[in-house]
């Protein structure tokens, strides 16, 4: 199956600063998620973006498919943002493979 | 509000008991998913089921019993569990082929004593 590598494990950022995470994958997908798990264990669906470029506020992803990885970028961070972030990459219909996570903790 | 409803959301059982964990989709999604997280370990999927036909059981021990009656519904019936199966459990559904994106409930924090 698919291989999926996260970097870094963990991240303790101060407020206010910006941070990349990486995801990177064994083979060609036809689909990539990134998601943050907040301290209650909700998984929210950030990105759906299994090529190309999107951004949503402070967030933005992109996917690079023909090298196999995708970034999430992380601006003006929050204590909010504070969380596991994980991406979920896949072919068909339930074949999704999820990373190990960044843990990410942001201080006041 | 996910789209995707799970209950309880915690629950604490005796190994000697039968339980059932709901989740209810309103989405019109048509494939659905159970999840197993446990403390320092990744996802690990379960079960998936497309059009209320299951379609991939990942070796889960006899002791996790689904049920899909519908597009909208999926349970996960429970007995004689182990203490190891404490874990967070973890619904979600899809628009199937192509998978346009997982939407997941909030879980079911399940202890077993």
């Known amino acids: 199956g698919i291989q999926v590598e996260q970097s870094p494990p963990d991240l303790i950022l101060q407020e206010g600063a910006n941070s990349t995470l990486r995801c990177n994958f064994s083979d060609s997908v036809n689909n990539l998620q990134w998601f943050h798990q907040n301290p209650w264990g909700q998984l929210i669906n950030l990105f759906y973006i299994p090529s190309g470029t999107k951004q949503n506020g402070r967030l933005s992803a992109t996917t690079v498919a023909t090298e196999r990885y995708s970034l999430l970028y992380i601006s003006s961070s929050q204590t909010t943002d504070s969380g596991v972030y994980f991406c979920a990459v896949g072919g068909a219909v339930g074949k999704s493979t999820f990373g190990d996570g960044t843990t990410l903790t942001v201080k006041p | ?113």
């Not at chain 2, 959301?9 to 197993?36: D, F, I, P």
């Not at chain 2, 459990?89 to 004593?113: E, H, I």
Request: glycine share 6%; proline share 6%.
């Open chain 2, 1 to 113: 509000e996910t789209g995707v409803t799970q209950t309880p959301r915690h629950l604490v059982m005796g190994m000697t008991n039968k339980k059932s964990l709901k989740c209810e989709q309103h989405l019109g999604h048509n494939a659905m998913y159970w999840y197993k997280q446990s403390a320092k370990k990744p996802l690990e999927l379960m079960f998936v089921y497309n059009f209320k036909e299951q379609t991939e059981n990942n070796s889960v021990p006899s002791r996790f019993s689904p049920e899909c009656p519908n597009s909208s519904h999926l349970f996960l019936h429970l007995h004689t569990l182990q203490p190891e199966d404490s874990a967070l459990y973890l619904c979600a559904s899809s628009q199937g082929s192509p998978n346009y994106g997982y939407t997941f409930g909030s879980g079911t924090r399940l202890t077993v004593v």
